[in-house]
C-alpha cells in the first residue's frame, strides 16, 4: 500500500526561467516501510519534487499547475494551509542536507524537538521533555538529558542530523523526505547516518523518499529508484533493475560517471622535487590570562614531499587537518614551526615582503567556484590580474588567458562575460585557468570537485591530471572523497586529528590499508559499486 | 563567561581616560578667551589677567588637565564660571527632563518600530511594506525642528489637544501631565528613528527568513506567526540591537534641538546656553557626561549580544 502517490505533477517555474517547467509529468510512489530514493543532478528537480510534496514550494515562484500530490490518500494540492500544517511533522517529515543551518542556532537543540509535540500535541511541559528524550535516545545520540540543553553549534555534524532525524520523527510519521541528509557530512558519519535511517525506517514501517545525488548512496539505501534529469523521471524501478541494468542512456552515463574505488594504474613519477614539508606544525590557540590557553593542534609534524608530475592526495574527514596542510603550504596561514621547501628554499618563515616572488611558484583551487571568483569583475580581469602584479604587459596576460581558455576547454569569448554566466563546472575550469596562468610549479586543489554534480565531477578531474601532464605541475588534490581520490592521485596521505596516519602509493593504500583509521574510511565509502564490485 | 564580563568592563576605563584627554584639549585649544568673556567689553588688560588667574588659566597646560583630572575622580566636575554653582549640581538639576524625553523617545520607537519592520519584512514587496519604506526615507529626511513645529501646528494650535511646550515631572506631578507634556516632543524625536530601527528590523528579519532554519520550522507545522517570533526575531536580533545603540547616541544631539523647540529644562538646553556663554567646565563635564553615558551604553549592547546569540562568546 502507498503511503505517497504523485500523479502528472507539472510545477511551473517563473517567467523568464531558463525552462518553462521545474518538474514536468512526475508520477512516482512510495510504499509504506519502503525507501525510494530520487538521483539526479543539480537542477533535476529532485529537490523541488520533494519540497512540493511538504507543501514548502514556494507557491508564487513554483506554482503546480497540474497533477494531483496524495499522501494517505489526502491530495495536498487541495487542502488549506491549516490542514497542510497539521500534516506536516505528524503525517510528513523532512530531514535537510545541511543539519548546521537548518537548526535554530539561538534555540536549544531539546527545545526544537520539543516544539514538534507543542505544535501538534496538549502534553504537558515535562510529558514532552520524556518524550524528546525518548527521541534522542532513539538515534542513538549519547547522554541526552545533557544534549537537550546544547545548542546546535556545540555539536558535531552527526549529533546535529540526529537532532533532526529525532525532531522529524517523534510523532511516527508515516513518510519521512530525506533531502540530501548526508551529503554535508563525513564519510564515517554518513555511513551511520545512512544505517539509522535505513534501521528505524525498518522498525518502524515508514514510507522514505530519499533525495541524493550520489548512486553509491543509492547503493546503500534504497529498494526503489527514480532517475531524473532537467524535471523529468528519465527511468524508475527496483534498485536491482536500475542500477543492475540500467535501460535509459542518461542512467547509464550517471552511473558510468561515479569514480570508481579502483585506482588506474599510475606510472611512477621521476621529477626533481618541487614541493616538501618537514615537520610542519600548526597550533592554534588563544594566550590564556595565565600563561597558556586552550590550544588546538591542527596539523602536527607532517612531512611530505611531491614531485613535478606528480599528484599527492591528502585524504581525511572535516578537522583533520588537510586543508590546514594546503594553507600553511600557501602560507594563508602562518605554520607554528617546521620547515616548507619550494624548490629546496624554505619559505615557512619568510616575511610578507621575502614571499611575494615565491606566491607566483604555488597557485590553489578552491572548492567553491561560485564565491571564489569576484562577482563584479569579467573572468578575463580575474585571470590577468595575477600575472599583470608579476610585471606582464596586459597584451601579454590576454593572449596567455586566451590561450588557457581552450586549455581548459572554454571559448576564448568567455573571457568577456562574468562568473554568473557560468555554470559550476565551467567556473571550476575558470579557477583551474586563473590559477595556471601564474605559470605555477605547484598546484593545489582543495576539494576543488566536491562541489560538482558527478558528470562534471568526471571532467573536472580529467582536466586537472590533463593539465598536470601538460605543465608538468606538482600537484597537491586534498579531498574528503576517497573515490576522487583513487582516479586522480599516485600517491596518498591520509591524515586524521592532524596525524599522517598512513601513506603511500594508491593502489597499495586501497588495496592494502595498514591502519585501523584507513580501513575504516575504505569500508565507509557509500556504494561500492566500481566496475570490480 | 564571567570573565569576558570583567575584561569588557575593564575595557572601559582606557576608553574613558581617552576621552577625558580629548574634551580636555579641544577646548583648550579652541579659539576665544573665556577670561575676557567674563571681564566684559569694557575691562582693562590686568582685569582679564587678574580673571585668567583666578581661573587657573595661566598655568602650564599639562598642570591645568592634571588638576582637572583630580578632581574628576573626586567626582568634581568644576564650577560654572558664570553662575558659580557646581557642574554637577547643574547636571544634576537638568538631568530628568533629558533622561525621561530619552527614555521615551528610544522606547516609543522600539515598539513601533520593530513590529512595523518585521511587519514589512515579513510582507516584503506589499503595498504595507511601501508604505513603511517610504516613511522610512522621509523620516531620515525631515529635521527635528521642521517637524516639530509642524506637529505643534497641528496637535497644539490647530487641533489643541497637546500643549505647545514645557516639562511636567512624572515624580513630581504624576503621570498623566508628564505623558500629556512629553508625548510631542517624544513622538518628533522619535520618528527618525523609528526610520531607522524600522529599516533594519526588515533587513534583518528579511535575511533570516531566507534561512534553513525558517524552512525547518515550516516543516515542523509551525504558524507563520510563531515562526516570526520565536524563530526569525531572536536571530535577527543582533543588528537591530546594534542600530538602537547608535540610535541613542545620536539621541544625544537631537534631545538638544527638541528641548528647545518645545522649551523643556533639560541637559540639551544646558549645553546650548553653556556653549553660547564659553561656559567650559559645563562644556566639559557636559561632554563627558554624555561620553560616559555612551560607553556604558555601547558595553551593555556587547554584554546583550551573548544573551541573544549563544554562540557569541568571548
Known amino acids: ?533 | 563567561m564571567t570573565r569576558y564580563i570583567i575584561m569588557r568592563v575593564l575595557s572601559t576605563i582606557p576608553v574613558m581616560v581617552l576621552v577625558a584627554l580629548f574634551v580636555f584639549l579641544m577646548l583648550r585649544l579652541a579659539p576665544g578667551d573665556p577670561a575676557s568673556v567674563i571681564a566684559g567689553d569694557y575691562a582693562t588688560a590686568e582685569d582679564v589677567a587678574r580673571i585668567r588667574e583666578q581661573l587657573g588659566l595661566s598655568d602650564p597646560i599639562v598642570v591645568q588637565f592634571l588638576r582637572w583630572v583630580a578632581s574628576l575622580v573626586q567626582g568634581d566636575l568644576g564650577t560654572s564660571i558664570f553662575s558659580g554653582k557646581p557642574v554637577t549640581e547643574l547636571i544634576g538639576q537638568r538631568i530628568e527632563p533629558t533622561l525621561m524625553l530619552a527614555l521615551t523617545t528610544i522606547t516609543f520607537a522600539v515598539v513601533v518600530a520593530v513590529p512595523l519592520g518585521t511587519l514589512a519584512a515579513f510582507r516584503a514587496g506589499s503595498l504595507v511594506d511601501r508604505f513603511v519604506m517610504l516613511f522610512s526615507v522621509g523620516g531620515f529626511s525631515v529635521p527635528v525642528f521642521v517637524l516639530g513645529y509642524i506637529l505643534i501646528y497641528i496637535f497644539s494650535m490647530t487641533l489643541g489637544v497637546l500643549p505647545v511646550q514645557g516639562y511636567k515631572s512624572p515624580f513630581t506631578e504624576g503621570i498623566g501631565p508628564f505623558l500629556y507634556h512629553i508625548t510631542l516632543p517624544s513622538v518628533t524625536l522619535s520618528v527618525i528613528f523609528i526610520a531607522l530601527i524600522a529599516r533594519m528590523t526588515r533587513a534583518s528579519v528579511i535575511e533570516v527568513l531566507e534561512e534553513d532554519y525558517i524552512r525547518t520550522a515550516r516543516a515542523k507545522g509551525q504558524s507563520e506567526m510563531k515562526i516570526l517570533t520565536r524563530h526569525a526575531l531572536r536571530n535577527a536580533a543582533v543588528p537591530v540591537v546594534t542600530v538602537i545603540g547608535i540610535g541613542i547616541a545620536l539621541l544625544i544631539g537631537g534631545v538638544v534641538v527638541t528641548e528647545s523647540v518645545f522649551n523643556i529644562p533639560g541637559l540639551g538646553r544646558l549645553v546650548l546656553d553653556a556653549v553660547l556663554a564659553r561656559d567650559y567646565p559645563i562644556i566639559q563635564g557636559l561632554i563627558l557626561f554624555f561620553s560616559f553615558v555612551y560607553i556604558f551604553i555601547n558595553l551593555i549592547i556587547d554584554l546583550s549580544y551573548t544573551l541573544l546569540d549563544p554562540r557569541i562568546r568571548y
Open chain 1, 1 to 533: 500500500m502507498s503511503i505517497l502517490e504523485v500523479t502528472n505533477l507539472t510545477v511551473k517555474l517563473p517567467d523568464g526561467a531558463d525552462r518553462p517547467f521545474a518538474i514536468e509529468d512526475v508520477t512516482l510512489k512510495v510504499e509504506k516501510g519502503q525507501i525510494l530514493c530520487i538521483v539526479g543532478e543539480s537542477g533535476s528537480g529532485k529537490s523541488v519534487t520533494a519540497f512540493s510534496v511538504m507543501g514548502l514550494a514556494d507557491r508564487r515562484a513554483l506554482t503546480p499547475v497540474s497533477g494531483t500530490i496524495k499522501l494517505d490518500g489526502e491530495d495536498i494540492l487541495d487542502i488549506d494551509d491549516a490542514r497542510l500544517r497539521k500534516l506536516r511533522g505528524e503525517k510528513m517529515s523532512m530531514i535537510f542536507q545541511e543539519p548546521m543551518t537548518a537548526l535554530n542556532p539561538v534555540l536549544r537543540v531539546g527545545d526544537q524537538i520539543s516544539e514538534m509535540l507543542e505544535i501538534h500535541t496538549d502534553l504537558t511541559r515535562s510529558q514532552r521533555k520524556t518524550r524528546v528524550i525518548e527521541a534522542m535516545t532513539d538515534v542513538r545520540l549519547p547522554d541526552p538529558e545533557k544534549m537537550y540543553r546544547s545548542y546546535p553549534h556545540q555539536l558535531s555534524g552527526g549529533q546535529r542530523q540526529r537532532i533532526m532525524i529525532a525532531m522529524a520523527l517523534t510523532l511516527e510519521p508515516q513518510l519521512l523526505i530525506a533531502d540530501e541528509p548526508t551529503t554535508a557530512l563525513d564519510v564515517t558519519t554518513q555511513a551511520q547516518i545512512l544505517k539509522l535511517i535505513k534501521d528505524i525506517q525498518r522498525r518502524k514501517g515508514m514510507g522514505v523518499m530519499f533525495i541524493t545525488h550520489d548512486f553509491g548512496v543509492v547503493a546503500e539505501i534504497a529498494d526503489h529508484v527514480a532517475v531524473m534529469k532537467h524535471g523529468r523521471i528519465v527511468e524508475q524501478g527496483s534498485v536491482a533493475e536500475v542500477l543492475g541494468a540500467p535501460k535509459d542512456p542518461y542512467t547509464q552515463k550517471l552511473i558510468a560517471a561515479v569514480p570508481s574505488m579502483i585506482p588506474p594504474e599510475r606510472e611512477v613519477a621521476t621529477g626533481q622535487i618541487a614541493l616538501e614539508t618537514d615537520d610542519l606544525v600548526k597550533t592554534y590557540g588563544q594566550a590564556g590570562l595565565l600563561g597558556q590557553g586552550r590550544v588546538v593542534k591542527a596539523v602536527r609534524e607532517v612531512d611530505l614531499t611531491v614531485r613535478r608530475g606528480e599528484t599527492l592526495g591528502i585524504v581525511g574527514e572535516s578537522g583533520s587537518g588537510k586543508s590546514t596542510v594546503a594553507r600553511c603550504i600557501m602560507r594563508l596561514v602562518d605554520p607554528t614551526s617546521g620547515e616548507v621547501l619550494i624548490n629546496g628554499e624554505n619559505i615557512a618563515s619568510l616575511r610578507e615582503g621575502q614571499l611575494r616572488s615565491h606566491r607566483r611558484d604555488i597557485q590553489i583551487v578552491f572548492q567553491d567556484p561560485y564565491r571564489s571568483l569576484n562577482p563584479r569583475r569579467t573572468v578575463g580581469q580575474s585571470i590577468v590580474e595575477g600575472p599583470v602584479n608579476f610585471g606582464l604587459s596586459m597584451n601579454e596576460a590576454k593572449a596567455r588567458a586566451a590561450e588557457l581558455m581552450q586549455v581548459v576547454g572554454l571559448s576564448p569569448d568567455a573571457l568577456e562575460r562574468f562568473p554568473h554566466q557560468f555554470s559550476g563546472g565551467q567556473r571550476q575550469r575558470i579557477c583551474i585557468a586563473r590559477a595556471l596562468a601564474m605559470e605555477p610549479m605547484i598546484l593545489i586543489a582543495d576539494e576543488a570537485v566536491s562541489a560538482l554534480d558527478v558528470s562534471v565531477q568526471a571532467q573536472v578531474l580529467d582536466l586537472l591530471d590533463d593539465v598536470r601532464k601538460r605543465f608538468d605541475l606538482a600537484m597537491l588534490f586534498i579531498t574528503h572523497d576517497l573515490r576522487v581520490a583513487a582516479q586522480i592521485c599516485d600517491r596518498i596521505m591520509v591524515m586524521n586529528k592532524g596525524e599522517v596516519v598512513e601513506s603511500g602509493f594508491t593502489s597499495t593504500v586501497y588495496a592494502n590499508p595498514q591502519h585501523d583509521y584507513t580501513r575504516a574510511l575504505l569500508a565507509a565509502a557509500p556504494g561500492q559499486i566500481g566496475p570490480a564490485a
